[in-house]
């Protein structure tokens, strides 16, 4: 399955997440349990601290008599104030050579040879930076006036967590990958925005052209909806030629308006079925600088005014209204001009009916780099032979009661150029 452009940046950013999340961890825990050295200290347990940085009390809670012998109950306390865990300990203390384990609580007990030795359970086997672990044990033995005056404690000191460059590294990453989350949602609503804007603006501009164009058809009914195929022909042939989105859009619009000075054409002279004269073939000529004359305004639409101007120049330079020759005809010009040809060839005119399929291959062929630009005949070729000049034929056709059914709306037309 196809993934969209938002849904595999979305992926991008949680397999970066992801990463940094699981490198943080990495680290931290290999930084827990890397030793930097080893603790091996005497501590004092009659109140006398050897050290302000780990020490521990001891407190006799309770003694009582058995049958043969006592039964004596300590509590212990151990501090660290290190500014490193202390993992993997022991304690050793003496104890008398005839004690034996009753009881012993938050730590492992057992004795050897007189040295009863302490080890954590696996909830306290690291003692906290600037914490404190408590344990305690009860013994049995003859001496009733045994308390333990010394524990040697063995450890390990781990690194210090917050001197990690690499976690260091990590935070600075993590907090550059926030911003740029948010601001990619930022980036998204603001293009949301823009977007519903520009179609906005799209569908104004097409309406206001579209009410324009009407005009035209209502005075030739032998050309109506010539502008909008124009229009499709004109656009596809610009995507065809991998021009940009904005090019393609501009050229849809220079389609619509190319034939915009025909309204300053006499009807009679528009829709005369005979032979013209002189006179009315140069106003039906006239209707290029009636067009350009009439679109001046229309600057911010780069390319419109040019080609309802030179629309009809030829690549031979025997076209009017100026005599432009080859690629000094505007590009979007020689684009509407042979589109515009190859609908004038498909469709019914007063004079004479459409030309077939093969006989409007075989004029366009020869009329290339003669009359038009070969390097775009070849498109227009094209979307004769792979059928898309029948599918805008069938979008932009009416029926017998006059209404049209279009399938591609004016959504779609041009804003699927545009990526709308």
């Known amino acids: 399955m196809k993934l969209d452009k938002t849904s595999e940046t979305l992926l991008v950013f949680m397999a970066v997440l992801v990463i940094i999340v699981t490198a943080y961890y990495v680290e931290d825990i290999s930084l827990r349990n890397n030793v930097s050295l080893e603790y091996n200290q005497d501590m004092s347990l009659t109140g006398v601290r050897l050290s302000d940085k780990v020490y521990s009390t001891c407190q006799k809670v309770k003694q009582w008599k058995n049958a043969t012998d006592y039964g004596l109950q300590f509590e212990f306390t151990l501090y660290n104030n290190e500014k490193s865990n202390i993992s993997n300990w022991t304690i050793d203390m003496e104890v008398p050579e005839d004690a034996e384990i009753a009881d012993c609580w938050n730590a492992g007990a057992t004795i050897r040879d007189g040295i009863l030795t302490l080890t954590p359970l696996s909830y306290n086997s690291a003692i906290p930076s600037d914490d404190q672990i408590s344990f305690g044990y009860i013994i049995n033995t003859k001496d009733n006036n045994f308390a333990p005056t010394m524990m040697h404690l063995v450890g390990y000191k781990a690194a210090i967590v917050s001197d990690s460059a690499i976690k260091r590294v990590i935070y600075i990453a993590f907090v550059i990958w926030a911003v740029l989350f948010v ?16 179609k906005t603006d799209v569908k104004i501009i097409l309406q206001s052209m579209n009410t324009f164009i009407n005009f035209i058809d209502a005075k030739d009914p032998y050309t109506r909806g010539h502008s909008r195929r124009v229009a499709m022909y004109a656009a596809e042939i610009a995507k065809r030629m991998h021009l940009s989105e904005d090019e393609v859009q501009n050229v849809y619009y220079a389609g619509l308006l190319h034939d915009a000075g025909k309204i300053s054409v006499p009807d009679a002279v528009l829709n005369k079925p005979g032979k013209l004269s002189e006179d009315e073939r140069r106003q039906i000529q006239e209707h290029t600088i009636a067009g350009g004359d009439m679109l001046k305004q229309l ?122």
Not at 363 to 392: L, S
Not at 395 to 401: G, Y
């Open 183 to 198: 601001g990619f949602f930022v980036t998204r609503f603001n293009l949301r925005n823009y977007r519903e804007k520009q």
């Open 299 to 420: 600057s911010s639409l780069r390319g419109i005014r040019e080609t309802a101007l030179y629309h009809h120049e030829r690549y031979d330079g025997k076209g009017y209204p100026e005599g432009l020759k080859g690629e000094s005809i505007p590009l979007y010009a020689r684009i509407v001009g042979v589109a515009d040809s190859y609908d004038a060839m498909s469709s019914n005119r007063v004079y004479r009916r459409h030309l077939n399929k093969d006989e409007i291959i075989e004029e366009i062929q020869q009329g290339a780099a003669t009359q038009f630009d070969p390097n775009i005949v070849v498109y227009m070729i094209d979307m004769i032979n792979d059928g898309y000049v029948n599918v805008v034929k069938m979008e932009t056709a009416e029926r017998e009661e006059g209404s049209r059914d279009f399938h591609l709306t004016e959504d779609d037309i041009p804003g699927v150029y545009m990526g709308l």
